[in-house]
């Protein structure tokens, strides 16, 4: 079935936003692009799920970048070694060079020596295809190596975007920092953007002397969109839909999240999606949305739990009721929460904080993912 455009939701939560969904990041936009332009690297930096991916995706289709550059986008979270890297590398590189056509194709094809004989070929668009295994990357710094030199002689600049780039300090080839540090620094064609969401990882990769990155990049902060601005971004899109929501229910979305994207966006697209043409959204509709999501959730929530000791679990609770917890090892935080003991909470919080179920801001803690913390306070919802 064809949905009609007043159907589609413009609360975007998967993929490319197109821009008429994108909400605000006009100052964003502009000083990353800016920095680009100008021949910069750009390191940034920000919660999970705050935006970053989509402020790059955002930029990269602005006519400034589209029309004069190359730009390629690599998510390295899930990689963890070099040849891993060297494999997403090589196929964004092959994926963006060869949709213009069948002699980039080939001179790729030519650039990387090392994997001779290692491409399938298509017969249909006479083209070769980069069905290349990890495993035939034998000898990844020397791929590499013939990646860039393939870069090198594009016919225009090229801007790649590495997004989870901290990961690279988790790779057992413990020279990755230097060896990607020294391609860059030669490249005079190409810009990087270097993305992430360890800040303290990151911080340390770009703010470290001892590090090769050491200021060899320009650093973005990427915050919460305003609320008077996303307020009436929603309200608008609702408004051009048919359909109607109080700016105080949007507003209580917003603090409900303390305006995080991905939280906020995704109520909306659940609650947009509840609202008939000619409807409102009222504060109990907007309820029953938010509890469709934590029902959603609940198993996996549920499995997460089962598989937790207790003491990481009766601290994940606490700071879930605390929203926020301070001085978690505090004999105050301790009695209040009935934990056991200083030493145990400091045991399950780094247990909590390494596999990022808990993150961290200024010696304050959260649950990482809002729609858990939520779930567990279940009560306030009912
Ligand atoms: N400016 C924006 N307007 C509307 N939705 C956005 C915007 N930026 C991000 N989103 C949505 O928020 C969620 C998180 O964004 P994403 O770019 O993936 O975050 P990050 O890369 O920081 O983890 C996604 O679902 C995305 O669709
Ligand atoms: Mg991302």
Redesign the pocket.
Known sequence: MLIMKNEENPF???GY?KPD?????KAESERLTKLLLNGNNVMLK??????????IQ?CFNKSELIDNYYTFFIDILHTSCLQEFVHEFGRAVYEQTTSRGRKFAQRFLKALRSLNGKFGFDAVAGTPTFSVGLGDIEQPEYTLDEIFNYLQQMDRPCIIAI?EFQQIGNYPERNTEALLRGHIQKMSNCHFIF?G?EKHILGLMFENRSHPFYKSADNMD?DA?PRDIYVSFICEKFEEKGRQIQAEVAEEVYDMFEGH??YV??TMNEAFSNTPEGNACDQESLMYSLRVILDGNSGLYKEMLSKMPLRQKTLLYAIAEDGWASQITSATFIKRHRLASASSVQAAIKKLLADELVVEEGKRYRISDRFFSLWIKRAILT
């Open positions: 975007v939560v998967t936003i969904y994108f909400c605000d990041r920000s919660d999970r799920r705050m935006g970053k991916t989509g402020l955002y997004d993305a969401s990427l969109i994207t991905y966006q995704k």
